[in-house]
């Protein structure tokens, strides 16, 4: 969500009060936010406090749980319309149920990152070997 709106953790945590190493701890889920961090986070995020909630479901017992979260590193250097560009395209490829459609799309970004205008050099077909060389 942070990421989505393009705040750096060291901003977020300058809004709820607490220092950079506290976001961390509580994106990490070391550390839990209490509600009225929450509620703090939420209007600083432009979200529904629901939102921080989303991702739960109950387990067998009962318990809400959360669903595993992919932790993808964007780099501090990135720039902040790069860091949307990145958050958009995993979410969308998420979207995709089909597996094979998903391979699809896999074998394209690898080719298109490979070609030489787009800054990566491929030593071999990156559709059958599956790798790129470079970018």
């Known amino acids: 969500m942070r990421q989505s709106r393009g705040l750096t953790q060291a901003e977020l945590g300058q ?3 607490v220092s950079l190493q506290q976001v961390q701890k509580y994106e990490s889920g070391r550390n839990r936010m209490a509600a009225s961090t929450v509620y703090r986070a939420a209007r600083i995020l432009g979200v529904e406090v ?3 909630y989303a991702d739960l479901h109950r387990d067998d017992g009962g318990e809400a749980v959360a669903r595993p ?3 993808i590193p964007l780099g501090d250097g990135s720039a902040p319309a790069r860091k949307a560009e990145l958050i958009e395209l ?3 490829y998420q979207g995709i149920t089909d597996t094979s459609l998903r391979a699809s799309v896999r074998r394209i970004v690898r080719r298109l990152s490979c ?3 787009g800054g990566g050099s ?3 077909d990156p559709l059958e070997e599956g790798r790129c060389d470079g970018a």
Request: glycine residues 22%; contains cysteine.
């Open 15 to 17: 809004g709820l009060g």
């Open 50 to 52: 629901a939102a921080f």
């Open 69 to 71: 979260v992919m932790v």
């Open 90 to 92: 995993v979410g969308a």
């Open 115 to 117: 070609d030489p205008g």
């Open 122 to 124: 491929c030593e071999s």
